[in-house]
């Protein structure tokens, strides 16, 4: 099982893209992903699910890399919550998407990185405590500043409720990061044991909702598919 286990995860992008695919060819299938069970999103689930597999990788000692590190963990706050936010609008601006578009391509901009990032930064043997202290800086700043930006950059022009998305994110975010947290804390020898099983777990709920979302918004996908991966490509290759 643990076997089984780690070839997902290290075959983790190969797998979204097959997800990506089925979300477009059967998008009836995924839908349940956007749905609520007894009143509970099924999408904030799985995205706390993913955050607290993320908070027992991490430690208490991860955040002292700020203080030994701070002009790195500075330019990379200001990547992620200035430079990839505005190059989205202007992209999305240059191109003339529409504002359900244009919404997703700047909320891509202003949300911070995730379990993902972490995982591709070690399998890239990149710096992974920079990786995973970015991850905790960008996730503790981003109630305050994911809303802000996404209204300072389009809340005139659509209808958007910052404090609402404020809550969002301390309850899908900072709550299931924080447990994971306590887990690690006060049940070292279950979170170490969790490690085996839990990146495949969030590999495969990041997949179903990369499969759910776009099966959602497959008709408006189909409608300017080429125009979506170019800006998608050039934000990433800006950025």
Known sequence: MKQFCAL??????????????????????????????HGISVLSCMLGIVM????????????????????????????????M????????????????????????????????????????KGDVALSVTMTSVSTVLS???TPFITYMIIGEKINFDPVGMFWSIVQIVILPICLGLAVKSFLPKLAEAATDYLPAVSSIAIS????????????????????ILLVVILHNCCG
């Open 85 to 124: 936010p505005f190059l989205a609008y202007l992209l999305s601006v240059a191109f003339n998407l529409d504002p359900a578009l244009t919404t997703g391509v700047v909320l891509v901009g202003t949300c911070p990185g995730g379990t993902s990032s972490n995982v591709i930064t070690f399998m890239s």
């Open 208 to 227: 179903l909702i990369i499969a759910g979302v776009i099966g959602g918004s497959r008709d408006l996908i189909l409608k300017a598919p080429g125009l």
């Open 8 to 37: 997902i995860g290290k075959f983790f992008g190969i797998i979204a893209i097959v997800f990506l695919v089925l979300g477009l060819t059967m998008p009836q299938n995924f839908l349940w992903v956007l749905g609520k069970v």
């Open 143 to 145: 109630p305050i500043l």
């Open 52 to 83: 607290f597999g993320m908070g027992t990788t991490l430690n208490l000692k991860d955040f002292a890399l700020v203080l030994k590190r701070p002009l790195d963990i500075l330019i990379g706050c200001c990547a992620q919550y200035f430079v």
